[in-house]
Structure formats: structure tokens, C-alpha cells
């Protein structure tokens, strides 16, 4: 007998027959002994109903007021959840995220699980109970309730597959796994077996979007073995765990990342503590920097480039400009148009060779690199937007032809 | 400085128009100085889309799942509300049941509250907030969410105001008070200022429908001043208390319940343990009696009528049917085109002759009585279903012209 969590997405249970759906895949799950945990999300377009609502009263709802009326939502379709598996003969109970036992810290709408008291739903599973937990929301230390915002859910179920040292954490969406790139893309695209944490983390943050990077994050520091899988095909997905036990493929996948913008603060006097001077007054406006290259400019100065989301350049250039003065620079320049095209992989570490076989494959499809960044297991290409596709097809093909 | 508790209906909160208007009311309180607790109920028809989302999944839905689908509702509005407030530029913070302390029995869909713990209340009251609470939902000793029934947010109102001995009840509604009859049905009926716990209760159970029975019990037992205004007009409403200060009218309403069927028992032996035999079968079968009669029939037999709701008369002439033998009565005979219509006042005791002037107006309208039966503040017959409207203006007419 095995313990599992299984998570369910908003489209997967937006209407009573995905409701039922669901209800089918947890009681065959419990029907072939096994202990099951439901972590599931508001439905479908719940929460945006319930953001609209709130607009109409205010711009600027207290956050505090917005939580209690985001997580309602899970509250409804955790209970249309439970009477369906109650339908099918079942006995499956409810539980909000106080009930079971999900504390976070203080931060209203992007909270994070500070700790999970499983004994509820530990003493429901031992009466036999499958149990159905509201994904996205929590309690803090004043007794009130935090929703976790973005991947919320999937936190959820990872935090309580950790307290429960569940065998098995199982994200059920409308995708059947992870791909060596986006399959509308790329129509060659793979699906992957088997993926590290790792690289799960790097593809997460390069815009894959299958999973939540502070799940996988946890399930990487408490080892849980996680799987992505389809509600809808239901056939075998990708597993993400700590060490994949196929021999190992160079790369895992190709990732492209649209929401990207170039800044270039050009003639910084080239003296100890101006990059920092720089980056600590974006730090301080919570400007998010990706990549950062550093060039040698004339004259003993030095140029700096940094990449940031689109929906922050506006402000950052603002900020850059209104601190010319005190950073001594000479110009700022910035262009949106353009695309991050990375390739992750954590057999790169031991292969040589592996970034000249990217740099080729972009090379034969005249595709230019504005700058490249490298890690471990990640190599990523800044290019001009209108070349995203292409140069995703060409290095996926160069890889994995 | 007064501690007010204002509770509000769906249709109070249905959109966000209503919302503000709700907001303006109660932030008006708060700036005359008082300390506020607000409960509110679902919005519209909310609890009616959740029932019907549930009937979509069975037709019998576990009670305890009901009751965590349909305390999302309140949640919804309560945090609307707190928005709202807060827009105005005024502090509020939403609890839910359990947050406000609101113990129930263990009884779902219809709980009762055992004890309310007002320490958050409190606190928040004492930190200048104006504080929302979800009425009609509480907590079990399961730490489960229960739900109080009809009328179960007036309930959530006066025993919030008992716990925190708050000096006022106020339950806005769409009425703008305890009238002396049905204002439809009677052009001149007057709206009361003042009305006693007692006359309320008589009131309420004779179908009036203003407050829900069990509120009223709670503010008799507690001393709570209950206030029933409307939200809508906002002019003074009518005052519910234990004493009544202006001087006391003969009787405080008449009122109509169509609502009845007459049952008659004929010829059971006149011997001891008939009527309890009788009357123990139907409480074993939860029907609810109302009037009693008890007559002497020929030949030592006697014959017993008495009402009950006419959805239970099918069901109670069927039991009657299948223990006639051991009933050891002659017939059972039914009717359901009668009405019920009463007059109730605190005067009555002190005053002689009000059942002879009612029996007087009744007489001269050519109105035939079925049946009487009185107490010390009511006096009900029972007479055709036709003739109920002209009973109510006659003896309205009789009382208050």
C-alpha cells in the first residue's frame, strides 16, 4: 500500500463531468490500495470571477480581504469533490487548508508554507478516509487565512507529500508530461521519462510552465518523487526526481522565454562599487535581473547589459535615467523586441563540447547571438524576437535528431 | 460609546451597489461613535447556485460537504464587504464563523450554536476595527464547518450581541418593521415601535416571518435589544424588548397562516393512554402538531382534531390509516382549505373580554370559526381558507380603528 498525492488543476475540474473525471482517477487510485491525498484548485474560472468582483469595489482591495475571497474558491470545489467521490461509493472528507494543518508566514496573496501539521489528515486516512485538501491557501500566525498565489496548488501537495512521507506526488494537468521543447513549436518534441529536479528548476524558470518552481523546489530539498501527468489521456507522464535512472541524455529540453528585455547602461566609470551602486538600487525597487554581462568600454569605462521581464522595463529604465547622475554613466539604451533561448541538461556538466553544438546549430540558420549566459546545466542565448522559433527548432534538432 | 451588532440579508448584499449601501450604513454607525460588528449572509443567490451545483453532482449530497460548499457564500460577501468598508476609508476585518469563536453542536445543515467565543471580536473592537462576520455558519467539536439553518444569520447576530453584551441588535432587512398585520393584506396596518419578545415569538411562529424564531429565543433569554429595520429606507424600525415603555396596546398584530390542515380523530375510547398513544405515533415520526381539540363524542368515545402542516398532512393520514386498529378509533377525516388567524398582544392577560371582541368582529364579517385555541398573549381560530383575508381586515379593523 502506497501513499499518494494528487493534484488537480482548475480546468480539471471545471464542470461536474471533469468533476467526475477526477472522482474516477482518485477512487481507481484508492480502489488499488493505495492511501490518496487530493490537492485540488478553485474551478475553472472561479478565481477570475471572484478578482472581478472585487474590482468592481475597489483598485486596491486589502490583502488580507482578497485572500479570504480567493480561497472560497477552493472551498467550493473541494466539496463538488468530495460528494462526487461520495457518489461513487467512497468515503472522501473536505478539508480547507487551516483544517489541514497548513501554516504559512505572515504575507498576504504570495505566501509561503512555513509548516504542514499533518495529524488530521493522517487520522482521516487511517479511518480509511480519501482525503481532499484546498490547494493555494493557508493560515498564518494571526489565525487568518494567506493564499499562496502563483503554482500555489502545486506547493500544496509537495508540502503535504513531504509531511505524510508520501511515496508518490502526482500533478495532474492538461499537458501528459514534459516536453524536450514546446510540442506547438517544435513538432518534433519529445516527451522526457524521466527529469532531475535540476533541470525541472531551470526549465520552470526558462518558461516551461508545467510546474511551479517553488514546488519543485521542495520536492527537490524533501525528495519527494513527483510525476506530471495528463487528467484527460491519463497515460504515463514525466517523473521528476533526484536522480533520473535512464542513461542520461546530454540535454532534456530546449526552452524559449519571450518575456524578455535588454538594458545597457553604456560608459560607467570602470572604479571599485558602481555595479553594485547599480544593482542595489534596482534590488531596493524589486527590479527581477536575469542574465548580466559586463563589457570594457573606452576610456577606462565599462558598459553593463542585464536583462529584465518586459512588464519592468518601463519602470526600470524610469528609475535609470531619474540616478544617471549618481551612477556617472553615459547613456542608457534598452530594446524589447527580443527572446531567451536556453538548453538544460544536467549531463552538460560532464560533456564538453555541448555550447559549440548550440552556437553551430544557430550559426547554420544565420541566427545572431546578442549575449549568452551559462550555468551548470543551462546555456542561454539572448536573440532577436522574430528569430525564436527557429533558432528553438534548429538547436532542438541539433540535439536530439 | 454603544457596541452595535447590524445584521444584513442576501438581498442586502446582492451586488455592489447594495454592497456600498450596506458599507454606508454601517460606516455611519461607526463615525456617530459606536463600536460595530457586522453579520452578513450570502449574497442573493448564491446559496441557491450551490445547491444547485451539488443537486448537478447527487441527489444526496453528505451533509457535512453541503455544509463546506454553502459557508463559502458568506465568506464571498463578508470579504466584498470589508472592501467596501475599507474603500470608505474606514478599517474592517472579516471573520468567518470559527475565526469569530462560533462553536455549533454537531449537527450539519441545521446546527445549533453552543457557545461563542468573542476574544478576536473583542480584539479587533478594541484595535478600532469595524469587525464582518459570517452569519449562519460555525464550528463543531470536530473542528468541522456547520451550518445553522434558516434563519440561522439573525441567530449568528443576537448571539454574537449575548456574548459580547452588545447594547443593540439591529437585523436589517427589506421590511421596515413588525407591522400590526400583513401591510399587503391590511391597507392600515401600523408599523410597531415596540413589541415584546413574547409577541414577536407568537408572531413569528404564526407565519409573520419577519425574525427567525430561534433569534428571538436567544434575545429573550440574553435581554438583547433586537431592532428590525430596513436597509432601504432606513427609518426607524420596530424594537423588540422584554418590556415594552409605551403604553401598552391590547394586542400587538394580527396574523394569518395558511399554511394548515385539520385532522379528525372520531370516536376513540374514552379511556386513559388513548391521546397519548395517538400523539406519541405522530412525535415518533417528527410531525409537528399545533392546535389541539379534544371533544366529547356519543357512546364513550371522544374525538380529537388538531393541525399540522399541510406538506405533512399526506404523511400523518397514512400513519393514521395503518394504526387505526390499534388506535381503536372509528374514522379519520381531513381537510386542508383552512386558515389560522390570530391575534397576539402582552395586554391580553390584563385585559378581559379580547377573545368576545374578536369573536364579535368575526360574527358580524359572517365568518364561521372551525376551531379555538388560546394562550396567555394569543388567541388563534381556525376557519375557511376564503375567508381568511376578510377575517384579517375585520379583526384588524375591530382592534385598531
Not at 474516477?24 to 475553472?44: E, L, P, R, Y
Request: include cysteine.
Amino acid at each position: 500500500m502506497a501513499l499518494i498525492v494528487q493534484k488537480f488543476g482548475g480546468t480539471s475540474v471545471a464542470n461536474t463531468e471533469r468533476i467526475f473525471n477526477v472522482a474516477d482517477i482518485v477512487t481507481k487510485t484508492a480502489q488499488a490500495g493505495n492511501q490518496v491525498v487530493v490537492v485540488v484548485s478553485a474551478q475553472g474560472d472561479t478565481t477570475d470571477d471572484f478578482i472581478e468582483k472585487a474590482a468592481e469595489i475597489t483598485d486596491n482591495p486589502p490583502a488580507r480581504e482578497m485572500d479570504v475571497l480567493l480561497s472560497a474558491g477552493e472551498q467550493i470545489s473541494m466539496a463538488l469533490l468530495a460528494m462526487a467521490i461520495n457518489k461513487l461509493g467512497f468515503h472522501a472528507t473536505s478539508l480547507t487548508g487551516w483544517q489541514a494543518g497548513i501554516k504559512t508566514d505572515l504575507n498576504y496573496g504570495s505566501s509561503r508554507i512555513r509548516t504542514v501539521r499533518p495529524e488530521r489528515i493522517q487520522s482521516l486516512l487511517d479511518r480509511n478516509r480519501i482525503v481532499i485538501v484546498a490547494g493555494f491557501q493557508g493560515i498564518n500566525s494571526h489565525d487568518s487565512i494567506t493564499t499562496l498565489g502563483r503554482g500555489g496548488s502545486d506547493t500544496t501537495a509537495v508540502a503535504i507529500a513531504a509531511a505524510l512521507h508520501a511515496d508518490l506526488c502526482q500533478i495532474y494537468t492538461d499537458v501528459d508530461g514534459v516536453y524536450t521543447a514546446d510540442p506547438r513549436v517544435v513538432p518534433g518534441a519529445k516527451k522526457l521519462d524521466e527529469i532531475t529536479y535540476d533541470e525541472m528548476l531551470e526549465l520552470a524558470t526558462l518558461g516551461a510552465q508545467v510546474l511551479h518552481n517553488r514546488s519543485v523546489e521542495m520536492a527537490k530539498k524533501y525528495n519527494i518523487d513527483l510525476e506530471v501527468v495528463s487528467s484527460l489521456t491519463r497515460n504515463p507522464g514525466t517523473k521528476v526526481k533526484e536522480v533520473t535512472s535512464v542513461e542520461k541524455m546530454i540535454i532534456s529540453g530546449v526552452a524559449c522565454d519571450k518575456d524578455v528585455a535588454r538594458i545597457a547602461v553604456m560608459g560607467l566609470p570602470d572604479e571599485p562599487g558602481k555595479a553594485f551602486r547599480l544593482f542595489s538600487l534596482l534590488a531596493k525597487n524589486k527590479i527581477n535581473i536575469d542574465i548580466i554581462l559586463q563589457s570594457i568600454g573606452r576610456n577606462n569605462t565599462k558598459d553593463i547589459s542585464f536583462t529584465v521581464s518586459r512588464g519592468q522595463l518601463d519602470e526600470t529604465v524610469r528609475l535609470l535615467e531619474e540616478n544617471k547622475d549618481k551612477l556617472h554613466c553615459d547613456s542608457i539604451t534598452y530594446e524589447s523586441k527580443i527572446a531567451k533561448v536556453s538548453i538544460v541538461g544536467a549531463g552538460m556538466a560532464s560533456n564538453s563540447g555541448v555550447a559549440a553544438k548550440m552556437f553551430e546549430a544557430l550559426s547554420n540558420a544565420q541566427i545572431n547571438i546578442r549575449m549568452i549566459s551559462t550555468s551548470e546545466i543551462k546555456i542561454s542565448v539572448l536573440i532577436d524576437e522574430e528569430d525564436a522559433q527557429r533558432a528553438v527548432r534548429a538547436v532542438h534538432d541539433k540535439f536530439f535528431d
